[in-house]
């Protein structure tokens, strides 16, 4: 089984920039991991204190197309290395209103692929 471990989240002032990492990894064979990598359609998701989870950022398997939530159009990046077996998301322009845990899965999202997230928290 192939998880996704996101990181990279922190506390920002608003107009400030993050970078999040979501790598995949897990009990099985780095090749194994790294095929189910490369054919995989990611997405980043965030979810803020009393809403619920709302997708941000999609991405192909080989990174050719991209979609982003309207909210964060311009202002986000994602991308991916396939050869680190890890999708990114970088922020620039924090608002407060980007304060959430945020999550990378495949997507469509599946309910076994949620993994523990990342905290970023935009001061005003």
């Known amino acids: 089984q192939v998880q996704l471990v996101e990181s990279g989240g922190g506390l920002v002032q608003a107009g400030g920039s993050l970078r999040l990492s979501c790598a995949a990894s897990g009990r099985t064979s780095s090749t194994y991991i790294m095929g189910w990598f490369r054919q995989a359609p990611l997405g980043w998701f965030r979810q803020a204190p009393g809403?619920?989870?709302?997708?941000?950022?999609?991405?192909?398997?080989?990174?050719?197309?991209?979609y982003y939530a309207d909210s964060v159009k311009g202002r986000f990046t994602i991308s991916r290395d396939n050869a680190k077996n890890t999708v990114y998301l970088q922020m620039n322009s924090l608002k407060p209103e980007d304060t959430a845990v945020y999550y990378c899965n495949i997507h469509p999202p599946t309910g076994a692929g949620w993994g523990q997230g990342t905290q970023v928290t935009v001061s005003s």
């Open positions: 809403k619920e989870r709302e997708f941000v950022a999609f991405i192909n398997w080989s990174g050719s197309t991209t």
